[in-house]
């Protein structure tokens, strides 16, 4: 489960404003007061809407603000309203006073309302402060501003598929290669560490497929080494795994024991981890050493009769990288069709 956080500040619409005007009508020598009132600024609303399922919509916005009243007219016309500003936000989403903290709403079901600015009240024209001593009120007041509120929207997500390779496998340049959409996460409590995520949006309604990278998966991870347990947590609730090797093998390294070592560590905490669907990248083709080890590789692949489809990539510039995404796509498009089959 991540969280992801957005700051927007927000602006309810402001009362338009009362006016002074006469009225001049032919044969009517002295025209009473005749300004109007100013029309209600919009309020806006924050609506839960359960086809949407990320704050991405908010990525790039940092102020809302609902349109104004208009100022009244002559003829104690009155200024129009100015329309409420409705929001759609994911269930689930928490929506904090940025500067308390504070939980102002929790939005749980489909369709549920919150005001969260109040637009103003508009101004009074003339014709309202009329009485029998003063006929001819020369006196308007203007429209009440709308409420404002610096909120922050949180939202928590749910990884969707982990990735799990040793370090320098290519895990951090490969997320950064598939995002679409930046989160922006809180680090863990218990460390500065901050989850490495990637978020590929795929269609506007449709849930996006969150990719986290869980570091400190080394050998030991098990034993809690490395801040292997928080992250094992983690690799449970995602539906798919990602087994990221460097087949350039630096550091004498054998890619294959590599993968070994990764699935054992992930067996010897939950073996019911190697059950759900997975997948094995093998990365840095564009090395020569790469390219020498591949064969070897997928021998031993048959050899363990380890049947996860395999992707050859390179990360850096992206080879193999549209086939990965479609696989995550339609994989997941399954387990979400069928969340009984899966862990
Ligand atoms: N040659 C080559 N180098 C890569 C490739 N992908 C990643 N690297 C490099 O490998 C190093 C480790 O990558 P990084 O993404 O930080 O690995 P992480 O520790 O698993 O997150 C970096 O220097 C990357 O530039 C690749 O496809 N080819
Ligand atoms: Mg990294």
Redesign the pocket.
Same mark, same amino acid.
């Given at each position: 489960m991540f969280t992801d956080k957005i700051s927007i500040q927000v602006t309810a619409g402001n009362g338009g404003h009362g006016i002074v005007s006469w009225r001049r009508e032919k044969y009517v020598p002295k025209g009473g007061p005749a300004g109007g009132n100013g029309g209600r600024g919009g309020d806006v609303i924050f609506v839960a809407n359960e086809n949407i399922f990320d704050l991405d919509a908010f990525r790039h916005i940092r102020i809302i603000k609902a349109q104004n009243g208009q100022s009244g007219g002559s003829q104690r016309k009155r200024g129009a309203n100015g329309e409420d500003l409705i929001i759609k936000v994911p269930l689930g989403t928490l929506l904090k006073d940025k500067a308390t903290g504070e939980v102002l709403f929790d939005f749980t079901y489909h369709e549920q309302k919150q005001i969260v600015c109040k637009g103003g009240f508009g101004g009074r024209g003339n014709a309202c402060f009329a009485t029998p001593t003063n006929r001819a009120p020369n006196k308007a007041t203007n429209g009440r501003p709308g409420t404002e509120a610096l909120i922050e929207l949180e939202l928590k997500m749910i990884a969707d598929v982990g990735l799990v390779?040793?370090? *320098?496998?290519?895990?951090?340049?490969?997320l950064t290669q598939v995002t679409t959409a930046k989160i922006k996460t809180a680090s863990y409590p218990f460390t500065t560490l901050r989850p490495?995520l990637g978020y590929i949006k795929t269609y506007p309604h449709e849930r996006g497929i969150l990719l986290a990278?869980i570091p400190g998966i080394i050998k030991g991870a098990s034993d809690n080494k490395g801040l292997g347990l928080e992250f094992l947590r983690h690799i449970q609730r995602t539906q798919l795994l990602v087994f990221?090797v460097?087949l350039?093998a630096i550091d004498d390294r054998d890619p294959f024991q590599d993968l070994l070592t990764l699935r054992d560590e992930l067996n010897k905490y939950d073996k019911s981890l190697l059950e759900k669907p997975s997948i094995v990248i093998l *990365?840095?083709?564009?090395?020569d050493e790469a390219q020498e080890n591949k064969v070897g590789f997928h021998k031993q692949l048959k050899e363990h009769n380890i049947t996860a489809p395999n992707f050859e990539?390179?990360?850096?510039?992206k080879e193999g990288l549209p086939e990965v995404v479609a696989h995550l796509k339609q994989s997941l498009q399954i387990a979400r069709l069928h969340p009984e089959t899966t862990v």
């Open positions: 390779g040793f370090p *320098n496998a290519g895990k951090s340049t490969l490495n990278d990221m460097d350039s *990365n840095k083709l564009d090395t990539i390179c990360a850096i510039t």
